[in-house]
């Protein structure tokens, strides 16, 4: 996990002059072709991790992004590669859709990790007659940089911890009433077993309050003595 944290400043570099390459003899009548060239010239010596790349387009219909990258472990030459190619910033070259839109080229969205790099190219394409010049302007690179390990774990902890500390509750019963509600059930409950003093034997219930048993409410006596079940 990466990213960019609101307070990381941009990286300082030095921006040359916009390179328009030409079709003809230069010192004789020529035409533009289109295609514009932006070097990005980080600190000497600082190779940077990049994070993010964020300019103001100026009627660029394509940008491809090259990288001067330095392998650390190895003396050799540093090489260019190309990280993003030829990725649209307007609706239609011919139209205005997009033409002084911001932009952000995030590390996830280039070919090759942007690690260890000295050196940025920006090569601008605009194939329409219609505009006279294009460039990007406001040009910014954010470096890239780890999170610390024991922070997060901590902002983690802090977030569980407030979580327990104000359980979602809407909608449920209170608890207290809850439980003396079923404290009271269980005291009834208690009470019922208690006075249960009637059993059943045979087909007479007898009372105990009683020396006598008392018949059944489906049998009766005669006056003769027998019974007689209804």
């Given amino acids: 996990m990466s990213g960019t944290p609101d307070d990381t400043k941009p990286v300082n570099f030095t921006v040359k002059a916009p ?30 991790n990049i994070e993010e790349v964020t300019f103001k387009n100026y009627y660029t219909a394509y ?11 190895q003396e050799a030459p540093a090489k260019w590669c190309t990280a993003v190619r030829d990725l649209p910033l307007m609706d239609n070259p011919h139209t205005e859709g997009g033409s002084q839109d911001y932009y952000t080229i995030h590390r996830t969205q280039m070919q090759v990790e942007p690690d260890h790099v000295v050196c940025a190219r920006l090569i601008l394409r605009q194939p329409s007659l219609a505009w006279l010049t294009f460039s990007l302007e406001d040009i910014k690179i954010f470096p890239h940089t780890e999170p610390d390990p024991e922070k997060e774990v901590s902002d983690w902890l802090s977030d569980l911890t ?14 207290q009433t809850v439980s003396s509600s079923i404290q009271q059930m269980w005291a009834l409950t208690e009470v019922m077993q208690t006075n249960q003093t009637t059993a059943s034997i045979g087909r007479f219930d007898v009372s105990e309050t009683h020396s006598q048993p008392h018949l059944s409410c489906n049998e009766c006596v005669h006056d003769g003595g027998d019974v007689i079940t209804f």
């Fill in 19 to 48: 390179v328009y390459l030409q079709i003809g003899d230069a010192k004789a009548d020529t035409a533009h072709s289109g295609v514009c060239v932006v070097d990005v010239n980080l600190p000497f010596g600082k190779p940077v």
């Fill in 63 to 73: 940008v491809t992004v090259r990288l001067l990258r330095r392998n650390p472990e």
């Fill in 162 to 175: 407030l979580t327990d500390q104000h359980p979602d509750l809407e909608g449920l019963p209170d608890p």
